[in-house]
């Protein structure tokens, strides 16, 4: 089983963040700078708004196009944790939907296939077609078709592996996948697995990730995700692995393809500093962080990454879309 968490140690976020307040507006101005000399995160224009409906937000830059209405839309910590929705989330995504913006569903989820993935959403009300959702594991079968891959990952994802030939040796690549809540992690990065995929490396294999997430939030608190067995293999092989997930530029370009969406004028929510907001941010996108899943206070406050926006959840997107898409 997975680590056990003690009840002064546990993590886990509240999932209720709509929840009306009596305050209205506060507003504190910092500095201002003009667009194109982007200014530091202790320097940027920063103002807590509290909306009539009771939303806190920090409101990092100021929005004035009315024509972003690309968005792509993280899922772990985004929309539920560990199965249970964020208060609020199906509404939100059925009002963005309605309010005529594009949408497309990215998800560094390793464990189960996009077919699940997507039916979980719709279990939770949120609406989508497969096709919608992009998982990293088409992404590896594009990059890696036609190989022999050593795969270390959760077997729920090998329907999403069509055109890779899996081996046990003599592999042209390694792949490593994310944990799960469940004690078939145990197996699959198991020290004989671990070892087999780096005698595969030393023999001339290239490592691949499917992502690098060092942990991730779910109904327990915090849980070691993967990462770290990919910084390991890293540190005895010398050699440095392809991220194919977030925040890999490659991830963000395939979806603001897949939307005929330019990065200028498209928007990524997450919760995740690193993989949401960085990646996103390094093809130029624009950024808005929710305070639920791994959210941590602590980590905005040291961060240099900033976020255009930080909201309490997602359930404040459309109302604050709304407003400041527009300039308001």
Not at 54 to 74: K, P
Not at 85 to 96: E, M, Y
Not at 106 to 132: F, H, P, Y
Request: glycine share 8%; aromatic share 4%.
């Amino acid at each position: 089983m997975g680590p056990a968490f003690a009840s002064t140690r546990r993590r886990s976020v509240s999932l209720s963040v709509c929840e009306t307040a009596t305050s209205k507006t506060a507003s504190t101005r910092v500095s201002e700078r003009c667009a194109c000399c982007p200014p530091g995160p202790l320097e940027r224009e920063k103002r807590s708004v509290i909306s009539e409906s009771g939303i806190a937000t920090d409101e990092v830059t100021r929005i004035d196009s009315a024509s972003m209405s690309a968005i792509l839309l993280d899922v772990d910590g985004v929309l539920h944790v560990s199965g249970t929705a964020i208060d609020g989330a199906a509404n939100a995504v059925r009002q963005l939907r309605s309010d005529g913006h594009r949408l497309r569903f990215v998800t560094n989820n390793t464990t189960r296939s996009r077919q699940e993935l997507a039916e979980e959403l719709r279990k939770i009300g949120v609406s989508l077609e497969d096709e919608e959702l992009q998982t990293i594991a088409r992404s590896a079968a594009q990059t890696l078709a036609g190989k022999r891959v050593l795969v270390l990952a959760m077997p729920a994802i090998v329907e999403d592996l069509e055109g890779i030939e899996l081996v046990g040796d003599h592999a042209d690549a390694v792949l490593l996948g994310g944990a799960d809540e469940t004690p078939e992690t145990n197996q699959v990065f198991s020290y004989m697995n671990l070892a087999r995929a780096f005698e595969e490396l030393e023999s001339g294999a290239a490592l691949y990730c499917l992502h690098k997430n060092r942990w991730w939030q779910t109904s327990r608190g915090p849980l070691l995700d993967a990462g770290a067995f990919v910084a390991g293999l890293e540190y005895a092989t010398g050699s440095e692995a392809t991220v194919l997930g977030k925040p890999s530029a490659e991830y963000f370009e395939a979806a603001l393809e897949s939307l005929d969406a330019d990065a200028g004028l498209s928007w990524m929510v997450g919760d995740d500093l690193e993989s949401d907001i960085a990646g996103a941010q390094s093809i130029g996108m624009r950024t808005i962080l929710v305070r639920t899943g791994k959210f941590r206070e602590a980590d905005l406050d040291a961060a240099h990454t900033r976020p255009d926006a930080v909201l309490d959840s997602i359930c404040a997107l459309p109302d604050w879309l709304d407003q400041h898409a527009r300039g308001s």
